[in-house]
């Protein structure tokens, strides 16, 4: 074979190769929803870019499931009929795509990942309240859905519930009995400790005994100074 032939080949190899990468790194969901106004508001691929996730490659197919893998490039040139067939490739159903989780399924769906912080909620006063539907906050209520931040605490809470005291000294992740109990403990505790710091103190507290000695030593000379004067007065006198 001739030797130029094989240089050619080797190119067209390597070129294919370097475009399928290409191809690869730039996901077909994050590439349209970049484009959609909605997502912005709403703060989607915005937040999740400045993400931990984003960080650790974990992309939006991982939590919605779908085809990111499909060709897609120039969203806002396309047609509305080829951008309806992207979306409608991408998000499949056939291809695992579930929508936003919902109930049960965020369980799943973070627990591919993290098990333990799920174990860890699932059976809680507030993750039993969660799957029940009576209000309990899910995952993403605390830690965002795309942002994931560590929620602060008790900002977060505020949103449910009124009496936040003592919250930054348990478990958010798992209040079981055990907790509600440590809790009013806490609670009972600091609630003295507000009495006791009511109470006025014999000395205004900024007075340390230097400060008491100081001002009785400063009396004692002032004391002095008034019979000395006195002394005189008297002596001028006599
Ligand atoms: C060609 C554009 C396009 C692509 C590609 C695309 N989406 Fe969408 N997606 C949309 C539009 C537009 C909406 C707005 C709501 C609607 O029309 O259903 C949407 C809505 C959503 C929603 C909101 C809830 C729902 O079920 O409607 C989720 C979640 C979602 N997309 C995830 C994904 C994921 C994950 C991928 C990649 C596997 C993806 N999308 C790829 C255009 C796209
Ligand atoms: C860690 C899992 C996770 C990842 C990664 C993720 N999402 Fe979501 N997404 C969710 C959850 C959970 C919700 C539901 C939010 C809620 O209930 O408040 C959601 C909601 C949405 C919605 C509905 C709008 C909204 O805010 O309620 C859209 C659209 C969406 N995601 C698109 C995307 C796109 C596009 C990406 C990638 C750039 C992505 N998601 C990455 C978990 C994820
Ligand atoms: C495909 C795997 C994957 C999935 C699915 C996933 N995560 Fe993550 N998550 C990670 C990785 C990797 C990190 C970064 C390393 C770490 O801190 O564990 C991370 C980090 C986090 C952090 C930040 C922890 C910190 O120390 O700052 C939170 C919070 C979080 N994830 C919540 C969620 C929630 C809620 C869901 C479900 C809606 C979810 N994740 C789904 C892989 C995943
Ligand atoms: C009531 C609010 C709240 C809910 C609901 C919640 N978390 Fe957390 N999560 C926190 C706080 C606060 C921290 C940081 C302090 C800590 O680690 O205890 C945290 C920490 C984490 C971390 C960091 C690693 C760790 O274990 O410390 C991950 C990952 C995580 N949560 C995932 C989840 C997942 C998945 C769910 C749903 C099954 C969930 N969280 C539900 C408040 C919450
Ligand atoms: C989306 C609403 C919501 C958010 C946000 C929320 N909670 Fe709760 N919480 C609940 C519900 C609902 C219950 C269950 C009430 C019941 O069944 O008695 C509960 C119960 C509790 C209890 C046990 C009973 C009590 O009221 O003392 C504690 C402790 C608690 N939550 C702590 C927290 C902490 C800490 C945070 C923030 C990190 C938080 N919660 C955020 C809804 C929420």
Not at 99 to 123: E, L, Q
Request: aromatic share 8%; net charge positive.
């Amino acid at each position: 074979m001739n030797n130029n032939i094989i240089k050619y080949l080797t190119l067209i190899v390597a070129l294919f190769l370097f475009s399928a990468n290409a191809q690869a790194a730039t996901n077909a969901c994050l590439v349209c929803h970049k484009t959609l106004p909605q997502d912005k508001v709403e703060c989607v691929t915005d937040c999740w870019l400045r993400s931990l996730h984003k960080q650790n490659d974990v992309t939006c197919d991982a939590c919605h499931g779908g085809n990111a893998d499909i060709a897609i490039s120039n969203v806002k040139q396309l047609s509305p009929e080829a951008f309806a067939k992207d979306k409608a490739l991408a998000m499949s159903p056939a291809k695992g795509f579930i929508g936003i989780p919902k109930g049960k399924m965020m369980f799943d769906v973070c627990g591919k990942c993290h098990n333990d912080s799920v174990n860890r909620y699932k059976n809680s006063i507030m993750g039993i309240a969660y799957i029940d539907n009576k209000g309990g906050p899910s995952c993403v209520d605390c830690h965002s859905a795309h942002y994931v931040i560590i929620p602060d605490v008790p900002k977060t809470c505020e949103k449910c519930h009124k009496d936040t005291t003592g919250f930054d000294q348990i478990d958010p992740m798992n209040v079981n009995d055990a907790t509600v109990t440590e809790l009013s403990r806490i609670r009972i505790k600091l609630a003295e400790e507000k009495v006791k710091g009511k109470e006025p103190p014999l000395f205004p507290k900024e007075l340390g005994s230097f400060q008491i000695g100081f001002v009785a030593f400063g009396a004692i000379i002032v004391l002095f100074i008034i019979a000395y004067i006195i002394y005189i007065l008297i002596e001028k006198r006599g």
